[in-house]
């Protein structure tokens, strides 16, 4: 496995939305800190992130995380916590439990030889 030359983190890659100012991507980064170390096995460059809420601070506000990562699906997660915080964190864990699975899925397990190929170059298949 190759280390990433300049990795997403949060800081970097999170834009605010519908709902929220600028004046509220640092304290939303905050909140989100624990996602770095998920996200920096990928670009930066080819990483993004967008939180966005709808009808906030009303009964039935909606926040919405959007995850774009190059090569993969866009990743979406809501939550309906009527508290904001707490629907951070909740489309925060989420986007954490659906990383882990985009990349279990991507990544055989438990079969070491599909894991790590050994190059068969012809002179050294006789």
Do not use: Y
């Not at 993004?48 to 919405?64: F, H, I, N, S, W």
Request: net charge negative; charged share 30%.
């Amino acid at each position: 496995m190759t280390a990433v030359n300049n990795p997403a983190t949060v800081g970097e890659c999170l834009r605010v939305g519908a709902g929220f100012s600028q004046g509220d991507r640092n304290w939303i980064a905050e909140q989100f800190v624990t996602l770095d170390s998920r996200l920096a096995g990928f670009h930066a460059d080819s990483t993004e992130l967008e939180v966005m809420v709808k009808d906030r601070d009303a009964p039935g506000q909606k926040v919405t995380l959007e995850c774009w990562i190059a090569g993969r699906q866009k990743i979406v997660t809501t939550s309906t916590e009527e508290d904001l915080s707490a629907a951070l964190h909740d489309v925060r864990d989420d986007l954490r439990r659906k990383l882990d699975d985009a990349k279990t899925r991507q990544e055989p397990r438990n079969n070491r030889h599909l894991r790590s190929q050994p190059d068969l170059s012809p002179e050294l298949v006789e």
